[in-house]
Nanobody, 125 residues
Framework: LVQLVESGGGSVQAGGSLRLSCVASGVDFDRSRMAWFHQAPGKEREGVAT????????YYPDSVKGRFSISQDNAKTTLYLQMNALQPEDTGMYYCAAGVGGSWHGLFTRDYMDWGQGTQVTVSS
């Protein structure tokens, strides 16, 4: 049974930073793909960072490239998302996801089987 528990959300001003954490249980960190998704109010869930946990290969959409960084701690089976230079449009729920394959970029929700409950991020201008 896979369980993903996110934390680290909060309220910050534009230009600030946050680091989100996702503690994963039941995930094989040698051969999984994990990701962070953002869901703004009234919008669909969008991928903002993916990582192949075995190789450490990452992918980011242009909207966050250079601002967000995904990383993992295999010993703690924890996934992180470092978010810098936050903007009001980054406001929303952030979800951790785990899977084993899918598209080459891993930004589709259908690429993942397991999801956390989400953590709220609010960025004020």
């Amino acid at each position: 049974l896979v369980q993903l528990v996110e934390s680290g959300g909060g309220s910050v001003q534009a230009g600030g930073s946050l680091r989100l954490s996702c503690v994963a249980s039941g995930v094989d960190f040698d051969r999984s793909r994990m990701a962070w998704f953002h869901q703004a109010p009234g919008k669909e869930r969008e991928g903002v960072a993916t990582i192949w946990t075995g190789s450490g290969t990452t992918y980011y959409p242009d909207s966050v490239k250079g601002r967000f960084s995904i990383s993992q701690d295999n010993a703690k089976t924890t996934l992180y998302l470092q978010m810098n230079a936050l903007q009001p449009e980054d406001t929303g729920m952030y979800y951790c996801a785990a899977g084993v394959g899918g598209s080459w970029h891993g930004l589709f929700t259908r690429d993942y089987m397991d999801w956390g409950q989400g953590t709220q991020v609010t960025v004020s201008s």
